[in-house]
């Protein structure tokens, strides 16, 4: 019987007495991140070619890794998309720790400034017209066509 209730015991020890705490930005925003980047993908700029913001390589917790150098255990939450042909079109909106915030702001501009070194003169133009900024504990890193409905969407739905 002893052994039983020691057994029992340690079940519950290990697994948290049946709570469950979210462990992950998805688990804890999926929801919301993904009606940004889905109002995001709507958006519709200039011309033809540049219509849709919509053909970006969605950032997870390993792209945020690779594409920006920060690690996901770092911030409280993020929503980011980065352009696979580095067009200079990205978005990135991160909330990052207290105890991380240089360290991400840091990342960020580092993306930035070797975007900058290493774009096309027409990439160039749209890098030069980026957005950065905070919001809600957020930084916010934005380059488009139309930076301004990309903040608007931001704005209105970062919490």
């Known amino acids: 019987m002893k052994k039983i209730a020691i057994v029992l015991a340690l079940i519950l020890l290990v697994t948290g007495c049946g709570s469950k705490e979210a462990k992950t930005v998805e688990e804890k925003h999926g929801k919301e991140n993904k009606e940004i980047t889905e109002s995001l993908k709507k958006l519709e700029f200039g011309t033809e070619e540049e219509k849709y913001f919509d053909n970006l390589m969605i950032l997870d917790s390993n792209t945020i890794r690779t594409e920006l150098g920060i690690r996901e255990e770092r911030v409280e939450n993020y929503v980011a998309a980065v352009s696979y042909e580095r067009n200079g079109n990205y978005y990135i909106a991160i909330k990052p720790k207290e105890e991380w915030k240089d360290y991400v702001k840091n990342a960020l501009d580092l993306y930035t400034k070797t975007l900058k070194e290493q774009a096309t003169e027409e990439t160039k133009k749209i890098l030069d017209n980026s957005i950065n900024t905070e919001i809600n504990g957020y ?18 739905k970062l919490k």
């Open 139 to 156: 930084y916010v890193y934005i380059s488009s066509n139309d930076n301004d409905k990309v903040l608007s969407i931001l704005k209105s």
